[in-house]
């Protein structure tokens, strides 16, 4: 099976500044890739989905980018606050054409007031 | 919240014990999941279900069994586990089995096994 790897298990960053969060893959690239945020303790809820053929993705203080030539998908969140102190997932396609998710391990990101 | 409700959210059970996850979703989606989240672990597939119809079982032992009613709930049957199958239950839906499809996640179970 496809993997993905979020090599930092933990980010801490100043309020105000950008938070960038990696997710790598391996194998071939895959059609799309998602994000999740998890807050301790509950189920991760969905935030972003990037097509392979879209480079860059917004929604509102978010940013997600897909490399295939790195074989990466970065997250940004700008202007990060507190309240965005979460673990955030990546995930992609367990194979071509498939529904399932395999998951990356998340990052801890604590944003410090 | 998400639309997907678990019950319980805590559940301490002993070895011998038998006891049963609950998901309920009432937004109409026709795929639904079970994920395990070990500490330290990505989350991992445990069964999926589509229309009522069991689609995947990923090398799940035989200790946890499934069940799923009708499209709306979801249940996941426990019994002789080991202190191993400690984790955090996640159910989860979708509108269908279909790439590019977000899933909706319930607050999950904490299960301890003693």
């Known amino acids: 099976s496809q993997k993905i790897e979020q090599n930092s298990e933990a980010l801490n960053i100043q309020e105000g500044k950008t938070a960038t969060l990696t997710c790598n893959y391996t194998n071939y690239s895959p059609a799309y890739l998602q994000w999740y945020r998890q807050d301790p303790g509950r189920g991760p809820v969905f935030l972003l989905l990037i097509r392979e053929n879209e480079k860059e993705k917004r929604k509102e203080r978010l940013k997600v980018t897909f490399d295939t030539t790195l074989k990466q998908s970065l997250f940004h969140i700008t202007a990060s606050q507190p309240a965005d102190s979460a673990t955030y997932l990546c995930a992609r396609p367990r194979g071509a054409g498939s529904y399932q998710l395999t998951f990356g391990k998340g990052t801890k990101l604590s944003v410090i007031p | 919240e998400t639309g997907v409700t678990q019950t319980p959210r805590h559940l301490v059970m002993g070895m011998t014990n038998k006891k049963s996850l609950k998901c309920e979703q009432h937004l109409g989606h026709n795929a639904m999941y079970w994920y395990k989240q070990s500490a330290k672990k990505p989350l991992e597939l445990m069964f999926v279900?589509?229309?009522?119809?069991?689609?995947e079982n990923n090398s799940v032992p035989s200790r946890f069994s499934p069940e799923c009613p009708n499209s709306s709930h979801l249940f996941l049957h426990l019994h002789t586990l080991q202190p191993e199958d400690s984790a955090l239950y996640l159910c989860a839906s979708s509108q269908d089995m279909l790439p590019n499809t977000e899933a909706f996640f319930g607050q999950g179970t904490r299960l301890t096994v003693v």
């Open positions: 279900y589509s229309l009522e119809e069991r689609v």
